[in-house]
């Protein structure tokens, strides 16, 4: 392939050697490698006229052999710099020279070189330097081959050296003479980074660090861009990566040239242009001014009050003023950020991050008002483009002028310390401004809303930028945005509102809401201003629900047009503002019957759309949108539900039976909108489309659950036998056991909401939900099969956990009894789910914890023949898991129930646990360490640390000798 | 210090971490695998892990108020354990926690570079 007549052939030829190397390297003998190294070194001499790809692809594939060869020996090739240069200079592949000839005779060879053989040779230097230091070579060769690099340097330096030490006055032929010099330059750069990495201290990093100077010279070749990148890349990198080599004399030459006349006229010549491409050296002067800048970000921090080190700062904020849009027109303003974001962070922090900030220092207030022109000017450069001018925009344009402005505020952000309230009330100002021009300067607008949304989100405790905010909100802005033409405008404004809700949380910001909320309203019609919106209303809404109660049948009707016509909007949004009209009513309007009007509305209005799904539902092509609405309003629903929670009567007339009344007798209003609810619930719910969806179910028994927790009656507060109707309907009714979690997790929540005292009694209820559960669920589920359904398993024992609490009398005189506890109880425990396992531990836990004291003696006795029976049978099911047969995340749940077992019934659980070890059939050793162990938790009696001598006897049982965890 | 142990293996108790675990302790019982081999899986775990949880997780915005009720800082790790916390996420999610226990690990180890 290397012989082959086409390049790309040549270089796939190069590659392969390389792919071949890095993998099967170690089946070359050593006696070959010699051969090896000899045979690439004589293809590069023979490529090396060809194209400059493939020579270097080569000289990548003989490093990465010296490389990986040097991993099993260290002295393959002790002066490979030296072999390269008789190679070249003879033309003869050399390697392996175990003698350094003599210095002068070698200077003599690199002097006989033509430039092209120079450049093969430096070829070599760079990509010998950079291919040692890469991350990937092994930690373990890096040492010999550190030492080869650094041994190497005085042969690399022969060859550097000439050539760097040319003063730029005395070139008299350019045109041979730079390319040279830049592959020069770029080995100087190399070895001298590697040599530093290798070791900083060595001898030869100083003598090469002398040569410094001469490279600083070279800056004054002027008429070639490509030298005078060079130069600027290598005094880059050194100040980057080796910056204790760069002297002080150095130093003070670049900032001598950076502070000059020279570099205004180079500024200015950058701002007076939207060129990217300069045909001269400006953009690497450029460049390397930046880049000057952020490596002595802190010096200048430190030095303000010096000339030079000002007049980097002002000409850095002159850069700013160039004409156009970041990242599309021009590519300066976003490189100055980083330098700025130092620039303040110097200021403000010493060293260890301690904050330095003094109203006192001079140099603060010099920092200040330089911060304070910077973000003025950047606030030019955040102005949006006009829409015929982004309408031309590529998406890596529009991409990088939004992360410049997501740029520019963080570093808002960071500098507010430093210029604290002054700013913001200049960005208040601005805004201001922008509105008092004909036609509104809504780009202007804009960028200041972003700017100080930028601050305002990370205010805290009633800070003075509220009185600000104050100022802001007096304005005609509220009034003005509805119809401005910017949709981002109002975008910002939204996320603005939504920052500062902390303000309208105050006692002078509530009194802004009512100019707010509106406003939020009508963006609701705007499908991309929705989410924002609807998120600042609900906040908004439930902050100030008084002030809002009079916006009310306003808020209904825009809600009932964005259900009607908002097929766009996001369905997050829709349920957020059901939400948050009822916060409204819930907690603003304080009489009852209003209320009840009111609520009315809003169910209705949900009613409606809901019949929209189903309406939508009969037809098979609008499936998916009609279970969508469907979702969406039960959604909606249970949000109301949520918000008309805590209903301590603000009706002071009312009491507990006057609202019992209102809101559960026939005829009464309350109860009218009730029974719409419960409409929708039903009229969803039993449609056949959706009967048997999971989310259906989900969002139907939130409606159901919203109540549950309420002590006082209310619109979302349910009569058990209506919500044990509908888990009935849905158990039994619609069947599908693969959705019924939601159903059972609601009735859970049912049996424990009326478990607490105080509650109604529902002994008859829970009799029939158990029957229900049982042959509904239980029974078609084949729970003792390998193939039921887990979540309708621990589902179910989530119930019965629940009824031990108050409703344990149902269970143990149950017909089902002895399948459910005996049979089910017992079995889940060793059941393959971990989530059943846990739920099955935490019943049984549960109704091993329950005080005999306060049961009465009926039921403690049954209790007690409940464990007496099962005690053996759960005793059996954790001695085979804790034997080994369990996975190491359960050992903790049966180390839980041993617990409890030991704790409440120590002495039978002994026996039952021996019995359970079968000690008599196993070996000696296994006996005696089973009998231990049961002796050890019963001595315990459920006490600390009986989870860890469960969790050592499990492992010792497993059979390992150690715990690799 | 080797490689294997300059990461944390806290992330082992995590759900993800407890089910490789399992599976380990599977395969190492039907002796498919060595516990040293394990052990190695464990350490790439607890590095993967760590790496992917940089690089990969999208920040969050996420604030909580609480009342803090116990705090200690001991061999370089922080323990706040804080009672009635009202979590705030992006989208206006909320979510209420009894008790919460934080516990904060320095990114370097001990010692560490």
Redesign the interface.
């Known amino acids: 392939m290397l012989s082959s007549a086409n390049p790309n052939v040549r270089f796939f030829g190069a590659l392969t050697y390389t792919v071949k190397l890095n993998s099967d390297w170690q089946s070359i003998p050593p006696e070959s490698v010699s051969q090896l190294l000899l045979q690439l070194l004589n293809w590069f001499l023979a490529l090396g006229h060809g194209p400059r790809f493939i020579t270097q692809k080569l000289a990548a594939t003989l490093l990465l052999a010296l490389i990986k060869f040097s991993e099993s020996s260290d002295s393959i090739w002790p002066y490979p710099i030296q072999d390269v240069v008789i190679s070249v200079a003879r033309n003869i592949p050399t390697v392996g020279t175990r003698e350094s000839i003599d210095d002068e005779a070698f200077q003599n060879m690199v002097q006989s070189l033509d430039a092209h053989d120079l450049s093969m040779v430096l070829l070599l230097c760079t990509t010998f330097a950079e291919e040692i230091s890469r991350a990937d070579v092994p930690r373990q060769s890096r040492p010999p081959l550190y030492k080869l690099l650094l041994d190497s340097t005085h042969h690399a330096l022969a060859v550097i050296k000439p050539i760097l030490t040319t003063p730029p006055s005395s070139i008299t032929s350019p045109d041979s003479f730079y390319p040279v010099l830049v592959s020069v330059l770029n080995s100087f750069r190399a070895w001298t980074i590697s040599c530093v990495l290798a070791d900083a201290n060595a001898p030869v990093v100083s003598t090469l660090a002398s040569f410094l100077p001469s490279v600083i010279e070279f800056l004054q070749i002027e008429s070639d861009k490509s030298v005078y990148a060079t130069v600027v890349d290598v005094l880059i990198d050194f100040m980057e990566w080796a910056d204790k080599l760069v002297t002080a004399e150095s130093m003070k030459i670049l900032l001598a040239l950076f502070s000059s006349p020279y570099a205004a006229s180079k500024i200015e010549k950058v701002v007076a242009t939207t060129e990217v491409n300069h045909e001269d050296i400006t953009e690497a002067f450029l460049n390397f001014f930046i880049s000057f800048g952020e490596l002595v970000a802190k010096d200048i921090a430190v030095n303000l009050g010096r000339l030079e080190y000002r007049r980097i700062v002002d000409l850095t904020a002159e850069l700013l003023r160039i004409p156009g849009f970041p990242i599309e027109d021009e590519n300066v303003s976003n490189r100055t950020l980083e330098f700025w974001d130092l620039f303040v962070e110097s200021i403000l922090y010493d060293n260890d991050g301690a904050l330095l900030v003094s109203v006192e220092d001079v140099r603060f207030s010099d920092a200040q008002s330089i911060m304070m022109q910077v973000i003025s000017l950047l606030w030019i450069k955040l102005r949006l483009p006009d829409s015929s001018i982004a309408v031309r925009w590529t998406q890596d344009s529009r991409d990088g002028f939004f992360a410049f402005r997501k740029d520019v505020a963080d570093l808002i952000e960071s500098s507010y310390q430093l210029v604290q309230t002054r700013l913001y009330s200049v960005l208040v100002q601005f805004v201001i401004d922008s509105m008092s021009v004909t036609p509104i300067d809504w780009p202007g607008v804009e960028a200041s809303l972003y700017a100080l949304n930028a601050i305002t989100q990370s205010l805290t405790s009633d800070p003075p930028e509220f009185e600000l905010l104050q100022t802001l909100l007096d304005s005609r802005l509220v009034s003005v945005l509805p119809s401005c033409p910017l949709l981002r405008a109002r975008q910002t404004s939204l996320s603005l509102i939504a920052s500062a809700i902390p303000y309208f949380q105050t006692d002078t910001g509530k009194k802004y809401i009512p100019t707010v909320v509106p406003y939020l309203f009508q963006c609701l019609a705007s499908p991309s201003l929705a989410l924002h919106a609807s998120r600042s209303i609900f906040q908004l809404c439930s902050e100030c629900a008084t002030a809002l109660r009079d916006d009310v049948p306003g808020f209904l009707s825009i809600y009932r047009a964005m259900l009607t016509h908002g097929g766009a909007i996001d369905a997050i949004a829709k349920e957020r503002i059901a939400g948050a009209i009822a916060e409204v009513l819930q907690q603003g309007v304080d009489d009852l019957a209003l209320r009840t009007v009111y609520l009315s509305d809003l169910v209705d209005v949900l009613g409606e759309y809901a019949e929209e799904a189903v309406r939508l539902a009969n037809d098979p092509t609008a499936a998916s949108d009609a279970r969508d609405i469907a979702a969406s309003a039960l959604k909606s629903l249970a949000m109301v539900g949520k918000a008309c929670r805590g209903v301590e009567d603000i009706d002071s007339t009312s009491t507990s039976s006057g609202l019992d009344h209102h809101w559960n007798s026939d005829g009464a209003s309350g109860r009218l909108v009730k029974d719409k609810i419960l409409e929708i619930v039903g009229a969803i719910s039993h449609l056949p489309a959706f009967a048997g969806d999971i989310t259906i179910r989900q969002n139907a028994t939130g409606v159901l659950k919203a109540g549950l927790s309420e002590s006082l009656p209310g619109p979302f507060t349910w009569a058990a036998d209506v919500i044990l109707g509908y888990i009935r309907d849905e158990i039994v009714s619609v069947g599908k056991l693969d959705t019924l979690q939601p159903v059972l997790t609601l009735a859970a929540s049912l049996v424990a909401s009326y478990s607490s005292s105080g509650t109604p009694d529902i002994h008859h209820l829970c009799v029939q939900l158990l029957d229900v559960l049982y042959t509904g669920a239980l029974v078609p589920n084949n729970a003792l099969t390998s193939n039921s359904d887990p979540d309708v398993n621990q589902g179910t024992l989530e119930i019965l956990s629940k009824f031990c609490q108050r409703y344990l009398d149902v269970i143990l005189a149950s017909p089902h009894f002895e399948s459910l506890i005996l049979q089910f109880g017992v079995a889940m425990v060793t059941a393959k789910e971990p989530l059943v396992v846990k739920s099955a531990v935490k019943f049984w836990n549960d109704l091993l914890n329950l005080s005999p004291d306060s049961q009465s003696p009926a039921i403690a006795h049954a209790i007690k023949q409940v464990i007496d029976i099962s005690g053996p049978l759960l005793m059996s099911a954790v001695a085979s898991s804790i034997s080994g047969a369990a996975p190491r995340s359960l050992v903790t749940e049966y180390a839980k129930l041993i617990k409890a077992f030991f704790r409440t019934n120590t002495g039978p659980a002994q026996q039952w646990l021996t019995v359970a070890f079968q000690i008599e059939n196993c070996t000696a050793d296994k006996a005696r360490a089973r009998h231990t162990f049961v002796e050890k938790i019963a001595r315990l009696r459920g006490r600390p640390p009986t989870e860890t001598i469960v969790k050592d006897f499990w492992i010792a049982e497993r059979g390992q000798t150690f715990d690799y965890v | 210090m080797s490689a294997s142990n300059v990461y944390y293996e806290l992330y082992?108790r995590s759900s993800i971490g407890?089910?490789l675990?399992?599976s380990?302790?599977?395969l190492?019982?039907d002796s498919k695998i060595q516990?040293?081999l394990?052990?190695k899986i464990?350490s790439t775990f607890d590095r993967s892990i760590s790496e992917a949880l940089t690089d990969k997780v999208k920040s969050t915005r996420l604030s909580f108020k609480g009342h803090l009720d116990t705090y200690r800082f001991c061999d370089d790790v922080w323990t706040f354990i804080i009672l009635d916390v009202h979590f705030k996420m992006e989208?206006?999610e909320a979510i209420v926690a009894d008790k919460i226990k934080i516990v904060a690990n320095n990114v370097k180890k001990p010692g560490e570079p």
């Open positions: 082992r407890v089910a675990i399992d380990l302790d599977e190492i019982k516990p040293q394990a052990m464990l989208g206006n």
